[in-house]
């Protein structure tokens, strides 16, 4: 075999590797993006139709005994944690279960972390 010949091979078989490499980064950061991501844009519309009569525009309290969320205690659970809550509802706030989907859960405990002190 000559030089020349070994040297084209390499070459070849290291763009194969880079486009591997491009192809799976697009996969993973890609799709997993679309599917996992929470949409704060659209948890603010969920918000302000079902929560903010309660919770206050900037995120307050405004209903008797409804934490600061800009205060972060109320929400220093898990996702998961406030998702349950949500669905079942606690004290003066009804059970979401039914009304939301999971991914409305999600948008909307994406907006509730966004608000600032
Ligand atoms: C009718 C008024 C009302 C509405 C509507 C309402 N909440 Fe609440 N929410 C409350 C009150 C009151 C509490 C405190 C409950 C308690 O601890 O007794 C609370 C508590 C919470 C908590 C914190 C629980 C904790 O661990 O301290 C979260 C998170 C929350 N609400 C999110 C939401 C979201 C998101 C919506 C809209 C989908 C919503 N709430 C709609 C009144 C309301």
């Not at 070459?11 to 980064?25: K, P, Y």
Request: hydrophobic share 40%; with cysteine; charged share 25%.
């Amino acid at each position: 075999m000559r030089a020349g010949d070994t040297l084209v091979r390499e070459r070849l078989s290291a763009v194969r590797r880079g486009a591997a490499t491009f192809f799976m980064t697009i996969l993973l950061t890609g799709t997993a993006g679309e599917v996992f991501a929470a949409d704060p844009g659209k948890g603010k519309e969920l918000y302000e139709t079902h929560c903010e009569r309660c919770h206050g525009e900037d995120g307050r309290g405004q209903a008797a005994g409804a934490p600061d969320f800009t205060r972060g205690a109320a929400l220093m659970v898990p996702d998961t944690e406030l998702v349950r809550l949500l669905r079942g509802g606690r004290g003066a706030m009804p059970a979401y279960e039914g009304l939301l989907r999971q991914d409305d859960f999600l948008d909307v405990i994406a907006y509730l972390r966004s608000f600032q002190p």
